[in-house]
């Protein structure tokens, strides 16, 4: 991975870097959260992948994040525990949580809660770009507004 | 008609005596016979009754196992739909990123692997030559397990003790259940260890010899103890108290012969060839342990 990142430095260069919108992954699977980091790189955001939502509250990411991705089951926080952390903070960031285990009712308190979306893994590109982009349309109107 | 119905003795009290024996040998068999089809009825009743119960609780352990395998199936399914995703854009691009494309599909075969490795592990879940029983030594097992379970031991920063008597004689088990039931007890302990930070983190294992009973396996952990109103659901299939995920079963049946519920006491009181458990105070023992018979 380290090797990966060297490579691609000289590509995208520091000041491409600093331009591309910050994407958070929080997922307790190792090769899940490689695979959406993987993805998301590829789609050109700029992707960090946390073990847990509480490495991710201790980063130096949570305010540059534009958009998280969280897992809902994980050990110690939930995704769905980790959004309502951050409203709470008023450091609201759009959340899309995933899942490997659909339950309407986690559906429903997450939709409720104010997550963009509620994806079962697995879910295809178009339906995360789609989730994606409404998050972060959601998050450039609310700047507009403050 | 009328000579028949004056003949002499048509009336006699022989007559009315012969009718009233009728009459109550008819009632008697009358009532006989319908009590007899109540019982059976009933009996009936009650044994379909029991099959539907048992029916729904089958379908119940069915459907908590197939969420389980569902969800340890999504977990590699959706690493390789993100991988092959994100390899066609690394090609796609401008500039193919041919470096990045292989590490995708690199991570495509991985996760491929691990899916049949869930796959492996269920079907071993039921497969038969699993409770074949053969002589074993249980620290061997033991051994076994915690190897099995040492990377995430290290991980999680836990310390292991091993306290395993050195006279136990060979036991009569089957491996495969034996390993299952004592790794999911070394899971379940590091499980309840992760939330602490304030102590060390104790992993203890022990094997023992109970003259005449067997040989009692103790795993025992620092964590913050069973809470004593979940100690009767214990060995109930699939019971949990964690917020994530699905418990394997931990009542595998060590004898083959379906799951078993035990008393919850000491060591000594307990019956043979099954699990029990003891709780002791908070942080000090949270110990389910597997017992063999010989």
Same mark, same amino acid.
């Given at each position: 991975v380290v090797a990966a990142r060297y490579r691609s430095l000289p590509r995208w260069g520091g000041e491409d870097l600093a331009k591309k919108t910050v994407i958070s992954i929080v997922d307790d699977d190792e090769s899940a959260r490689n695979a959406l980091t993987n993805l998301m790189r590829s789609l050109d955001f700029s992707a960090t992948a946390f073990a847990s939502g509480e490495s991710f509250l201790r980063s130096n990411r949570l305010r540059s994040t534009a958009c998280l991705i969280a897992d809902v089951k994980m050990p110690g926080m939930t995704g769905l525990e980790l959004h309502s952390r951050l409203v709470a903070s008023a450091r609201s960031i759009p959340t899309i949580l995933i899942t490997?285990?659909?339950?309407?009712?986690?559906?429903?308190?997450?939709?409720?809660?104010?997550?963009?979306?509620?994806?079962?893994?697995?879910?295809s590109e178009s339906e995360l770009l789609a989730c994606s982009d409404s998050a972060l349309g959601d998050q450039r109107t609310g700047r507009r507004e403050s | 008609l009328v000579g028949w119905i004056l003949t002499p003795g048509r009336f006699s009290l022989a007559f009315y005596v012969g009718r009233l024996f009728l009459v109550i040998t008819a009632t008697v068999m009358l009532i006989v016979l319908l009590t007899e089809t109540m019982t059976l009825y009933e009996r009936l009743a009650v044994s379909i009754f029991a099959q539907r119960r048992e029916r729904e609780s089958r379908m119940m352990t069915m459907e908590a196992l197939a969420a389980s395998i569902a969800h340890e199936l999504n977990q590699p399914l959706a690493a390789v739909v993100a991988n092959g995703s994100a390899a066609l854009r690394w090609l796609d691009r401008p500039v193919p990123d041919l470096l990045e494309a292989r590490a995708s599909l690199q991570q495509i075969v991985r996760d491929g692997h691990r899916a049949a490795e869930v796959l492996g592990s269920v079907r071993s879940l039921f497969q038969i030559a699993n409770r074949e029983r053969s002589p074993i030594f249980i620290n061997v097992i033991i051994g076994?397990?915690?190897?099995?379970?040492?990377?995430?031991?290290? !991980?999680?920063?836990?310390?292991?003790? #091993?306290?395993?008597?050195?006279?136990?004689?060979?036991?009569?088990? !089957?491996?495969?259940?034996?390993?299952?039931?004592?790794? =999911?007890?070394?899971? =379940?302990?590091?499980?309840?260890?992760?939330?602490? #930070?304030?102590r060390a983190r104790v992993l203890k294992v022990s094997s023992t010899f109970v003259s005449g009973q067997g040989v009692l396996i103790a795993i025992a952990d620092s964590g913050t103890g069973i809470d004593p109103k979940n100690v009767e659901g214990l060995f109930d299939a699939f019971f949990t108290t964690k917020p994530h995920g699905t418990a394997w079963a931990c009542d595998l049946p060590l004898d083959g012969r379906g799951p078993r519920r035990t008393a919850i006491g000491s060591a000594e009181r307990a019956p043979r060839r099954c699990l029990l458990v003891h709780a002791a105070g908070r942080g000090r023992v949270v110990a389910a342990s597997g017992r063999v018979a010989f």
């Open positions: 490997a285990y659909y339950d309407e009712r986690i559906r429903a308190q997450a939709l409720n809660a104010g997550v963009v979306c509620y994806l079962t893994k697995p879910f | 076994e397990v915690l190897e099995l379970a040492g990377a995430e031991l290290r !991980s999680e920063r836990v310390l292991v003790l #091993t306290d395993l008597a050195t006279d136990l004689p060979r036991m009569v088990a !089957s491996k495969g259940q034996l390993q299952e039931v004592i790794l =999911n007890l070394v899971r =379940n302990a590091v499980d309840a260890m992760r939330p602490i #930070t304030d």
